[in-house]
């Protein structure tokens, strides 16, 4: 009986790692050819007709991987989480939902009543 529980463990396993190659494989880089997989970096932000800089908000960087995975680097540090193109722009998931549009060529993301303007580099 021992055999036959080992046959199946073995069965089951090679079925497993099989099943976790093919959905890798599939899952890879879905965005390689996206033109918003890149770095992006705030050049500008906007806050009740107030316009800043780059060098006025600092450090804002974001980076959209082929794979769909995301990180936004600011002075609060690292954030991780996922991207996909959307109508019109990307939806970047990170503690919520942040949909940021295309307009020529930059990306614009409304975020607590601040409007970040991002550039590819």
């Known amino acids: 009986m021992k055999s036959n529980g080992r046959i199946i463990s073995r069965t089951a396993l ?6 976790c190659l093919f959905l890798t494989a599939c899952g890879g880089d879905r965005y390689a050819d996206s033109k918003y997989t890149g770095t992006w970096t705030a050049v500008s932000a906007e806050y009740i007709g107030i316009e800043m800089t780059q060098e006025e908000i600092g450090s804002f960087v974001m980076t959209l991987n082929p794979d ?14 996922k991207w996909e193109e959307v109508e019109g722009g990307i939806r970047l998931d990170k503690d919520d939902d942040l949909i940021l549009t295309d307009t020529d060529n930059r990306l614009t993301l409304e975020m607590d009543g601040v409007t970040f303007s991002f550039e590819k580099q």
């Open 14 to 19: 090679c079925l497993f790692c099989v099943l």
């Open 68 to 81: 769909g995975s995301a990180s936004i680097e600011n002075a609060d540090g690292i954030k991780n989480g």
